[in-house]
């Protein structure tokens, strides 16, 4: 695997704007410091711990950290220390519990809401009528700043089925903008992986969470 290399092929198609978040997970320090060499700094990982073993070895290289797994609440110390963004916000209680940590230690977190979509195996996120309750009463949620949404497509080859799912987020995405435009830092769309972030950028995403395809197979 050449981390370089991909870095460069993923960057010459992503327009400007769009963030490429580097999924590192699963793979050693050293791969992070390939890519950093190679100018990326943006790394995404899914596990607290892991998070911030990786976090706390590689401290002051100007590193953006984005935490993109489930989250357990008993484990918010080892994230929200560190994580400039987590995006895969998914429970009425995970979101309680981290702004109640951003009120005990002076912090406001940013987060995205994961928006549950995926036909099938996971049941990770939230359904649309959450997320409105949610963002109805932001600002009771002080210590919590709403950044905007993440998705995962339903893992699968049919096309189709791929661009269904993201125009459901888009659409969503849309409305919420519509419904809030005092929440002006709502907007991002975290939607896009290894085997779909070309057809995502065509819904609108705002960052794109590429691991495979940088890294190699897990
Ligand atoms: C692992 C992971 C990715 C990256 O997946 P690849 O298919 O390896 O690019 C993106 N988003 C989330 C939430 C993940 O857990």
């Known amino acids: 695997m050449d981390i370089a290399e991909n870095i460069k092929l993923i960057r010459k198609e992503l327009p400007s704007e769009v963030k490429l978040v580097a999924v590192s997970k699963f793979h050693p320090v050293e791969a992070i410091e390939e890519a950093l060499a190679a100018g990326q700094t943006v790394f995404g990982e899914n596990r607290p711990q892991e998070f911030e073993k990786k976090v706390l070895a590689l401290r002051e290289r100007g590193i ?4 993109i797994g489930h989250l357990q609440t008993n484990k918010l110390k ?3 220390p560190y994580a400039d963004l987590v995006q895969s916000v998914d429970s009425i209680h995970l979101l309680e519990a981290i702004n109640e940590w951003g009120g005990r230690n002076g912090k406001v977190i940013p987060v995205l809401l994961e928006l549950h ?3 099938e195996e996971t049941k990770q996120g939230f359904y649309e009528e959450e997320i409105l309750d949610i963002l109805f009463r932001a600002e009771s949620f002080r210590n919590v700043r709403f950044h905007g949404l993440m998705g995962m497509a339903t893992n699968t080859d049919d096309e189709a089925s791929i661009r ?3 125009g459901r987020i888009k659409a969503f995405m849309d409305y919420l903008q519509d419904l809030f435009p005092e929440y002006a830092d709502f907007r991002e769309l975290s939607i896009g992986m290894s085997g779909d972030w070309r057809i995502a950028l065509e819904y609108g995403a705002t960052m794109v969470r590429i691991g495979t395809s940088i890294f190699g197979s897990r």
């Open 164 to 166: 269904a799912d993201f």
């Open 78 to 80: 080892m994230v929200l």
């Open 64 to 67: 953006e950290w984005h935490f």
């Open 117 to 119: 979509v995926a036909a």
